[in-house]
């Protein structure tokens, strides 16, 4: 029977799991899952802890399901909680908040979990962290503290978006470097501090959204480079887009060019009626962030449809777009394009854009762009911007996730050797080089490895739009059909692994 290694038990982690039940049927036999990772917050992740609910889940229920072929498994879910998913009369999306869709991952893995233990599977659980990664013949041994675990196939889902530390401020009293969880780091926050959170994006929404249910009476300044606040998500409306699809693509000349999307872009748009050059202004050329979010929640309700069109289009075949792009394009968008098309590719939920007005009608919030540097001064630190002003702060948070954020500290020591060994190489665009096919890791000759998979934000150099879940539920399938497909193993050779 087949031994598979999960390392990593995140939402990642989740969604390989659900990947696994939903195929087992496929493999020659039941076999054994072999879960790593510590016990606390197994499933939810970063994203999803048990945390302040004034947070929210930023796409609809029916976008996040745990299981690529039942787009409803999560509706179904939340149905059977009485908790409203579908959008109200207006049209208006209404969002689980993200500690309650964390129970929903909990419940989905269990009932996976149950599935593969009803098909004669069986379940082991390592309640440590991964030290070591390496091959051994036709298996790969798992190393952490207390011993070793040896599996036939093993798949990386171990995360990222480890938050970069860019003006060195970690261990400075009042600089908080992890806003994670919310009420740990904020709900202790004076009510009048005047706050500076470096970055806009939805970290920084979420810790607008926790500052404020925690009663948090100061000013507090999003201060980034870009100066972009996340989009607000428009109606909800019944968009397939039929120009930018997987067809489509494929007909392109290869490489395809920025200019080659841009076009199929603008017949999505156009023929739907859309309004194209106002989608491509608000993308390429954004208005000040309180103009452009005031001016988007206005917009929210209407019956324009591009922006949904082409918003749908990102989570269809975004990944393979950029499979696909031009080399000097992707380093463009890395380089000058990221924040804007992430921007508009994740949008906020209305309600929260609400509030984030209301902060702006109170003066209670700012957003600025052109961040500098940020120091110490004093018993509070300035933040100093490329135009030569400075603003004064009592506490920063640091709610940056840059193109190139590092890897989760918890899994360097175990990358690193990897890397040292030649089992994992760089991406040139961060994390790890995989198969694009398969997620196979590639090793530095850039051979494919039958036995090592990578999964989640370590393939961000490889497929670039890495942090939905839709997008985790189809790499973790086609991980999963790629190990049901590969031969049974023969009789484990030597190195027997301690458990
Ligand atoms: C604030 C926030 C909000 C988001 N909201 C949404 C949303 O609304 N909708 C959406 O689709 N996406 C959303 N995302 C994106 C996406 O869902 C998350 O990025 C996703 O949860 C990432 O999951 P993960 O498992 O890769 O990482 P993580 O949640 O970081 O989990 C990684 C796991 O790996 C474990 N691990 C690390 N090192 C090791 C090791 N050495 N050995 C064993 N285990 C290890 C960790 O303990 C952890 O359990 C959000 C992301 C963030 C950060």
């Given at each position: 029977m ?58 609809p ?18 149905e ?18 993200r ?5 929903y ?27 070591g ?10 190393r ?64 607008l ?5 925690f ?6 300044t ?7 606040l ?105 380089r ?137 539920t ?6 999963a059909?790629a ?10 050779d ?5 458990g």
């Amino acid at each position: 029977m087949p031994s598979i290694g999960v390392i990593g038990c995140g939402t990642v982690g989740a969604t390989m799991v659900a990947a696994l039940a939903a195929r087992h049927e496929q493999f020659g036999g039941p076999g054994e899952l072999v879960l790593v990772d510590r016990p606390e917050g197994r499933w939810r992740g970063r994203a999803y802890q048990r945390d302040t609910e004034a947070v929210l889940a930023n796409g609809p229920m029916i976008g996040m399901s745990l299981y690529l072929n039942d787009a409803q498994h999560g509706v179904r879910w939340a149905e059977a909680k009485g908790l409203a998913v579908h959008p109200d009369e207006r049209g208006v999306h209404r969002f689980l908040s993200r500690p309650v869709y964390g129970d929903y991952l909990e419940d989905g893995v269990e009932e996976a979990l149950e599935t593969l233990r009803a098909a004669g599977w069986s379940i082991r659980s390592v309640e440590e962290t991964a030290t070591g990664v390496e091959r051994d013949g036709a298996g790969v041994v798992i190393r952490y503290a207390s011993g070793s675990v040896r599996v036939d196939q093993a798949v990386l889902c171990v995360g990222g978006r480890a938050d970069d530390d860019a003006y060195g401020l970690n261990g400075t009293p009042g600089y908080i470097d992890d806003p994670y969880p919310l009420r740990e780091a904020l709900a202790e926050v004076p009510q009048d501090a005047e706050i500076a959170v470096i970055g806009s994006g939805m970290i920084a929404t979420d810790v607008l959204m926790a500052l404020r249910a925690f009663g948090h009476r100061g000013r507090v300044t999003l201060a980034s480079r870009s100066g972009l606040l996340p989009s607000v998500r428009r109606k909800a409306a019944r968009v397939l887009p039929a120009v930018l699809t997987a067809e489509r693509l494929a007909a392109l000349p290869r490489p395809v060019r920025m200019a080659d999307i841009a076009a199929l872009a603008r017949e999505e748009v156009e023929a739907a009626g859309g309004d194209f050059a106002a989608v491509a202004a608000d993308i390429m050329d954004p208005a000040p962030a309180e103009e452009r979010l005031r001016r988007q929640l206005d917009d929210a309700l209407s019956d324009d449809i591009g922006t949904q069109l082409l918003q749908r289009a990102v989570i269809e075949i975004g990944q393979d777009l950029w499979l696909a792009l031009d080399e000097g394009d992707r380093e463009e968008v890395l380089r000058t394009l990221h924040s804007r098309l992430w921007s508009f590719a994740s949008p906020i939920p209305q309600s929260t854009a609400v509030k984030l007005v209301e902060l702006c009608d109170e003066k209670r919030l700012r957003v600025r762009a052109g961040i500098e540097t940020v120091e110490r001064d004093g018993d509070g630190f300035l933040v100093r911007y490329e135009d030569g002003a400075a603003d004064r702060a009592d506490l920063v948070v640091n709610a940056v996730t840059s193109v190139y954020r590092p890897e989760p500290p918890s899994a360097g020591g175990m990358l690193g050797l990897a890397r040292t060994s030649g089992l994992l190489a760089d991406h040139p665009h961060g994390g790890i080089r995989v198969d694009e096919v398969t997620g196979r890791a590639l090793d530095t000759s850039g051979q494919a490895d039958d036995h090592l998979f990578v999964l989640g934000e370590l393939t961000r150099g490889a497929y670039y739009f890495v942090s939905a879940v839709a997008a985790f539920t189809r790499r973790a399938d086609e991980i999963a059909a790629a190990l049901a497909e590969l031969p049974a193993p023969r009789a484990r050779d030597a190195v027997p692994a301690a458990g």
